[in-house]
């Protein structure tokens, strides 16, 4: 390794810091119980020299809590992120996670490169717009960047060049302005790609009649995504998308329905009313639920994949289990003949069954979330941002196998995505939620501007249903 033409030895992180490399991960590493200030200004306080201090050493100071807000402030103008600097990090929603890391790197002297792993993956639509223009403004001052993502519109928009990795090997390098998106994703996968799914989607009309899940005047008290009150059904058989801005309450709903935040308001699902205020009913009834938060809510980052795939059918429905007697043992043969086969169908890449779930890739770790969904062996599946952070190949891959799912298996799929491109190529029908309420329900194939006014919250005078 190299730096300004000197060979270097980075071996651990204080090195690549003390040689100017800042970084903002994929997965987060923010304190929960620190104030978004704490989390920017952490291990660069500013303080104040007190008696003490002076005497027995920098240790007695206190710390310069203006200063530290006054700085927080201006990192978090610099990207756009409208939020007190008092709030503590614990509760924001996941997008807002994403800009504070940001802003923590975007607060520090000295930086000449700065290492963005899919900053955009948690954003929606407007605020990677945002997030890209903050990037050129960077590099317009000096400062060199890496830019590690899956998306290749933000490849074209802001890159001068790019390297190709697939399996862990070099394929190919290129100028920007030499290639086209066609092209860089060929190299990507292997194989040329014009649509996120091969089938023919017929985008079906399905029956008012048979309702699978019913929410009327549904509340979802989530900090940062707040559900104000929605009425919706999604039919039998259907793939129902949600979409929308960030902290707009999007993700407020699959949380609401799963019982994870206190809610208000009446879901039946198949004409039974579910009991949100007891954590797993929804599970119990038939409803599973990929979350977009896998490293929070969706993984048991310690324990073996075949464990986490059949953890929530084992406490659940009991499956996996064999009896002695009285005694209920795990049945790790059959754990593990499962596991191998979810391997196989979703590609998940691994050492084999016995790896542990944390130390997978992002993409991966996404795969044996929805493998565990997929073990409850549901009537409704719920996927909150199921590509989030996957690469192309595997992005469709996971877009295809719920596309079968729902059409050779008859799963009803509830589907929540900032990746309005996901939406439209999957869903027969699109919920754009505006200010925690439904602001329209749009047909796939509707204009772009309809999908934008709704998103803007400028389509207010009552909902368009599909």
Do not use: W
Not at 399 to 427: A, D, H, P
């Amino acid at each position: 390794m190299k730096i300004n033409g000197e060979r270097v030895v980075i071996d651990a992180p204080h090195h690549a810091m003390d040689y100017g490399i800042g970084m903002v991960h994929q997965e987060f590493i923010l304190i929960p119980g620190f104030t978004v200030t704490e989390n920017i200004k952490v291990g660069r306080e500013i303080t104040n020299p007190t008696f003490l201090s002076r005497v027995l050493g920098r240790n007695l100071e206190t710390l310069d809590t203006e200063m530290m807000k006054k700085d927080a402030k201006k990192a978090l103008s610099d990207i756009g992120l409208n939020i007190e600097e008092y709030v503590r990090v614990a509760g924001l929603p996941i997008g807002y996670m994403q800009f504070v890391e940001i802003a923590r790197e975007i607060d520090k002297t000295g930086i000449k490169l700065l290492v963005f792993d899919e900053p955009t993956a948690v954003l929606t639509e407007s605020k990677d717009e945002r997030l890209l223009e903050i990037m050129k403004l960077i590099a317009s001052k000096g400062i060199a960047i890496i830019f590690i993502t899956h998306r290749l519109d933000e490849v074209m928009a802001v890159a001068d060049s790019l390297t190709v990795l697939r399996d862990g090997e070099f394929v190919a390098r290129r100028e920007v302005k030499d290639s086209n998106v066609f092209e860089i994703a060929e190299l990507m996968i292997g194989r040329k790609v014009e649509k996120l799914v091969d089938e023919d989607v017929d985008h079906r009309v399905l029956s008012d009649d048979d309702i699978a899940l019913s929410l009327r005047d549904f509340h979802v008290y989530m900090p940062g995504e707040l559900v104000k009150g929605i009425d919706l059904d999604i039919r039998k058989g259907e793939i129902f998308g949600v979409g929308g801005l960030a902290g707009q309450g999007k993700i407020g709903i699959p949380n609401g329905i799963m019982g994870l935040y206190e809610t208000e308001g009446i879901v039946t699902f198949f004409d039974q009313a579910l009991d949100l205020n007891r954590l797993g009913n929804a599970l119990e009834n038939g409803i599973a639920c990929v979350s977009e938060d896998r490293r929070g809510v969706g993984l048991l980052l310690g324990e073996f994949i075949e464990e986490n795939i059949v953890f929530s059918a084992m406490q659940v429905k009991e499956n996996f289990l064999k009896k002695v007697g009285p005694i209920k043992l795990f049945d790790q043969k059959k754990a593990r003949a499962h596991a191998e086969e979810m391997i196989r169908l979703l590609d998940i890449r691994c050492t084999g069954p016995k790896q542990s779930a944390g130390s997978l890739s992002g993409g991966n770790q996404q795969k044996v979330c929805l493998a565990r969904a997929l073990t409850m062996n549901p009537k409704l599946l719920i996927v909150s941002e199921p590509t989030r952070g996957i690469d192309i190949g595997a992005k469709k891959l996971v877009l295809e196998y719920l596309m079968k799912l729902n059409r050779e298996e008859g799963i009803t799929i509830m589907m929540i995505s900032s990746e309005l491109v996901e939406l439209r190529s999957l869903c027969d029908r699109i919920a754009i939620v505006s200010d925690g309420k439904v602001a329209v329900i749009l047909k796939p194939d509707a204009p772009d501007a309809e999908y934008g006014l709704a998103m803007a919250g400028a389509k207010k005078e009552g909902v368009k249903h599909a």
